[in-house]
């Protein structure tokens, strides 16, 4: 099958400028093809770039060299030197990424907060909010939350929204940065479902899960990222 | 709401000088219906300048600035004739100034102040007027209550929704913002924010918005230019220029945000 994300050659490093211009490497020579599909698992020690390769995927950080190619419905988009444009359209219809941490924003509901992320993407209003409202519930938030801004819920139940904010709409790719990390073991379980409906609709994933038997059951491949170790310059 | 092709605004090599002393030099950008735009830097680095000159206040000393018109024709903001430019400032454009009493006549009515910009371009049915006016004043928080009074009674955080009122009011499709959020209090700075990115995503705006916070950036931008010294030193995704700078200056400004 054709690949969703095909990641060649890719490196990064940091220039420290305000500690003297010191380098700082992060990865060297990241390479990774990922299906429709399919959960390929990013393995390694903690500080190993797991998450910089995420934040590399997504546009957050720049690379130094090498392709990050992204198959849209539309064409493919390579994150490594596409305009600012491109990778806003190709998050917003295309590239979904799902933290542990909810940036929340103040005055927004839980509900409403869910349902525009399913909006952007072009879902209409009624099939958005029923979607928000069955993610809300497998995820068990309390219902009577749902109507709540979530700046003064729990960790657990904001990163919950959180989940739910990026399960929701219909990406192609998936990038999971520890999406389950300090869960209970009956939410774990319910992402784990929804990773899996995911597969189910040839959604391709790329994660990052410390919790091995989370990282057994939805990887169907582990990569560990050491073996994209920079060099030291 | 980024799906048109054509830029709304390009600049091209913006150039000013006061005298031998650079105010900004050698901006060039494209702007997108629907894009929001920080320019940040600190004071002194060209970006209030730069506003300036993107908005026909002060005559550039080299560089071009183009709009997209309603017609779908590009045009020379400064070679339009007189009568142009007003109904551009009037009807297409809003710019909302850090002061708002530099954005509002603080002696007449908050309904006149939203009023007045319909009355500009022509609208001349009191009562469809008034019924606008309150409607922009429900949709910037303001009690309706106080339809009838002047600005100079309001608090400051009122003042400015009601400029932002008075701005949006003709349904312009791009809007400058000059520190629109400076001098107010920290809770009055978060409602306001908060309304302005509904408005924003809402009616699909684009933005040339000048702060040197770089929280307001964060939240309501998709792309930053850094200024420092009259250029622009980086640009790029907001949030890539914030969790990944590459200039000195950059790193140095992001470092110093204290962290909460």
């Known amino acids: ?233 | 709401m980024i799906t048109d092709d054509q830029p709304l605004l390009t600049a091209r090599g913006i150039t000013k000088m006061y005298g031998r002393h650079v105010g900004c030099t050698d901006v060039s950008f494209d702007l997108f219906a629907g894009e929001v735009l920080a320019v940040v830097g600190e004071s002194g680095s060209g970006k209030s300048t730069l506003l300036s000159v993107l908005s026909t206040r002060l005559e550039p000393t080299a560089g071009t600035v183009c709009y997209r018109m309603r017609d779908g024709e590009m045009r020379d903001i400064y070679r339009l004739n007189e009568a142009e430019r007003r109904l551009l400032m009037r009807t297409d454009w809003g710019f909302v100034h850090q002061d708002a009493r530099e954005g509002l006549r603080m002696g007449i009515s908050a309904g006149g102040n939203v009023g007045e910009r319909l009355m500009a371009i022509g609208s001349r049915h009191y009562g469809e007027i008034r019924a606008t006016a309150l409607d922009w004043l429900g949709r910037v928080e303001i009690d309706l209550a106080r339809v009838d009074d002047a600005p100079k009674t309001f608090s400051g955080g009122m003042r400015q929704r009601l400029q932002i009122a008075r701005n949006l009011v003709t349904q312009p499709r791009l809007v400058y913002m000059d520190e629109p959020t400076g001098g107010l209090d920290v809770s009055v700075q978060a409602r306001l924010l908060d309304l302005l990115r509904g408005l924003v995503a809402d009616l699909g705006l684009a933005v040339v918005i000048v702060t040197h916070d770089l929280a307001v950036a964060r939240l309501l931008s998709h792309r930053i230019m850094v200024m420092r010294a009259g250029r622009v030193i980086e640009t790029g995704l907001t949030d890539q220029v914030l969790d990944d700078p590459r200039e000195p200056y950059t790193q140095l400004l992001v470092s110093s945000v204290l962290q909460v």
């Open chain 1, 1 to 233: 099958m054709a690949p969703r994300v095909e990641i060649d050659g890719v490196a990064k490093s940091f220039v420290m400028h305000l500690q003297g211009g010191k380098l700082l490497p992060v990865v060297g020579n990241v390479s990774l093809e990922v299906a429709a599909g399919e959960c390929v698992v990013l393995g390694g020690p903690s500080g190993a770039g797991k998450s910089s390769i995420l934040k590399m995927i997504y546009g957050n950080y720049r690379v130094d060299s090498g392709h990050i190619l992204v198959h849209a419905a539309d064409g493919p988009v390579d994150v490594a030197s596409a305009s600012p444009r491109e990778i806003i359209r190709l998050r917003k219809l295309s590239l979904g990424y799902v933290s542990q941490f909810l940036r929340a924003i103040p005055r927004v509901s839980a509900l409403d907060l869910i349902v525009a992320s399913a909006r952007e993407q072009g879902l209409d209003e009624d099939k958005a909010a029923s979607r928000a409202r069955s993610l809300l519930q497998r995820l068990n938030v309390p219902e009577r939350l749902w109507s709540l801004p979530p700046a003064t819920f729990s960790g657990g139940e904001q990163q919950r929204v959180n989940i739910a904010r990026g399960f929701v709409a219909d990406h192609r790719v998936l990038l999971l940065d520890e999406p389950t990390a300090s869960l209970d073991a009956v939410n774990r379980a319910a992402v784990v479902e929804l990773i899996f409906d995911k597969k189910r609709q040839g959604v391709a994933m790329i994660g990052i899960f410390h919790d091995e038997d989370v990282r057994e059951r939805v990887a169907d491949r582990i990569v560990d990222v050491t073996r994209f170790a920079a060099r030291a310059a």
